[in-house]
């Protein structure tokens, strides 16, 4: 079949074999993720029409509570990946703490945990701009048949068996790796099928696009301040120029695209930045990686972190290898003054 015409079912069914553990489960876990994508899409779209189908808080003319799109983004993947039998807890990041699935049932086989921001960048939804959701997927360490523990989520990002983002966009994409890649989907709304628009997506090597709020820039390290002046400053063949949109998973996709570097760094405000470890950072690291990309703290590789708690916050420089070099360059530079 023509690669451009295979939908993600039928790509998850093809390359099932590629992963190391072939007995399906983590197939039918990426296939529950696409439904539930699909969705929290359609709700998503829904978004300007508060006016006419009422806001969050409010109740609709069935007579059910309007939620807001983030609680319903995490009901929708949580709900979706409960019913099949193979995730034994869920962290998200609109949870205080994990989920144990059937943690009474010593017979349950269920060996993968998941760790997810269902709504990205949720501030943009009433201006109509992008959001999206990440995922990542583990096995768990601890045995099957019994309760998950928190060793279970607190694994470092190079353990990652799968991860992924969907893009509410100007089309909704679903982007995944399962570490052979990253491979892109575009749903067609008319027919309800993701298919392969963007097959092996790779970062080019270098790029003219950073990404950073620069309204706090007055609290960035020295290190992303001359970083920054390093892009601004025009000289011979260095033509940068700064895109924000502020949900994390825009600014990947467009970076990934065209080339670029995302920063969100530590600052005088937030001593380790703003970006969450665990459900934000190591999935998007996993697919820059993947995609011939770099993800850094600005010294060492996010995915190499051991991490100490489920919703942990980490300094975060991803993108186009060299510019992330670059970065990290003048983070060592500055620490050395
Ligand atoms: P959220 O999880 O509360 O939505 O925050 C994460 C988002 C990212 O998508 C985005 O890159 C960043 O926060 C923007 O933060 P800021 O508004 O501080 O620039
Ligand atoms: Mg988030």
């Known amino acids: 079949m023509s690669k451009s015409k295979q939908t993600l079912g039928e790509f998850i069914i093809e390359n099932q074999a590629s992963f190391k553990y072939t007995s399906g489960e983590l197939s039918r876990l990426i296939n529950s993720i696409r439904l539930a994508a699909k969705v929290v899409n359609h709700e998503v779209n829904k978004a300007g029409l508060v006016d006419i189908i009422g806001a969050a808080g409010d109740t609709n003319i069935q007579g059910e509570d309007q939620q807001k799109l983030d609680v319903y983004a995490n009901t929708k993947f949580i709900q979706t990946m409960t019913k099949r039998n193979i995730v034994c807890g869920i962290a998200s990041e609109e949870e205080d703490d994990f989920i144990s699935i059937n943690s009474q049932d010593e017979n349950h086989q269920n060996k993968y945990v998941v760790l997810i921001d269902p709504l990205d960048g949720s501030s943009n939804i009433d201006v109509n701009v992008s959001v999206g959701t990440i995922f990542s997927i583990y096995r768990r360490i601890t045995p099957v048949g019994t309760p998950v523990t928190i060793d279970d989520f607190l694994q470092q990002g190079n353990r990652q068996v799968a991860a992924g983002y969907i893009v509410y966009g100007t089309s ?5 790796t399962t570490g052979h890649g990253v491979n892109g989907f575009t749903l067609n709304p008319a027919i309800g099928s993701f298919y392969l628009s963007h097959p092996d997506m790779q970062f080019p090597e270098d790029g ?4 950073v709020n620069e309204g706090n820039y007055i609290h960035f390290p020295k290190g992303i301040k001359n970083y920054i002046k390093y892009c601004q400053m025009e000289e011979g063949d260095r033509p940068y120029t700064s895109r924000y949109i502020g949900s994390l998973v825009s600014d990947f996709h467009r970076n990934m695209i065209k080339g670029g570097i995302y920063m969100y760094p530590k600052s005088s405000k937030n001593e380790k930045g703003k970006l969450r470890l665990l459900y934000e950072c190591n999935p998007m690291a996993f697919l820059a990686e993947q995609a011939n990309g770099k993800a ?10 051991q991490p100490t708690e489920l919703h942990e916050r980490v300094p975060f420089i991803c993108g186009s290898k060299n510019m992330v070099e670059k970065a990290e360059e003048f983070m060592r530079a500055a620490e050395s003054e």
């Not at 850094?296 to 972190?305: L, P, V, Y």
Request: hydrophobic share 40%.
């Open 208 to 211: 003219t696009i950073y990404s």
């Open 172 to 176: 909704t994409m679903l982007v995944y």
């Open 296 to 305: 850094s703290d600005g010294f060492k590789r996010i995915m190499d972190i």
